[in-house]
Nanobody
Framework: QVQLVESGGGLVQAGGSLRLSCAASGSIFSINAMGWYRQAPGKQRELVASITSGGSTNYADSVKGRFTISRDNAKNTVYLQMNSLKPEDTAVYYC??????????????WGQGTQVTVSS
């Protein structure tokens, strides 16, 4: 079993910054891609940013130039630096990891979610 523990959410004024962290632990052989998703009330969960084990990144158009995803493979941790936050960034943010639990088996795991609220 693998656990993803997120931290760093909170309340911030528009234009401010937050940094989210997500640490994976448990039965991990290796981790492929890791990513951050968000879900606002009444909306579907959407991809915010993702990063491969080699460091290649992908961002939603709405966050390009404002958010930066990074990871520390030695710590099995992924980060999301969020700058120039806008009220429309308000959502529950979820971490996701594509984990090889053995050399032959891959499983997808989700964190519990962390609330980000941006006030105008």
């Amino acid at each position: 079993q693998v656990q993803l523990v997120e931290s760093g959410g909170g309340l911030v004024q528009a234009g401010g910054s937050l940094r989210l962290s997500c640490a994976a632990s448990g039965s991990i052989f290796s981790i492929n891609a890791m990513g951050w998703y968000r879900q606002a009330p009444g909306k579907q969960r959407e991809l915010v940013a993702s990063i491969t084990s080699g460091g290649s990144t992908n961002y939603a158009d709405s966050v390009k130039g404002r958010f930066t995803i990074s990871r520390d493979n030695a710590k099995n941790t992924v980060y999301l630096q969020m700058n120039s936050l806008k009220p429309e960034d308000t959502a529950v943010y979820y971490c996701n990891a594509d984990v090889k639990v053995t050399i032959w088996r891959r499983e997808s795991y989700w964190g519990q979610g962390t609330q980000v609220t941006v006030s105008s």
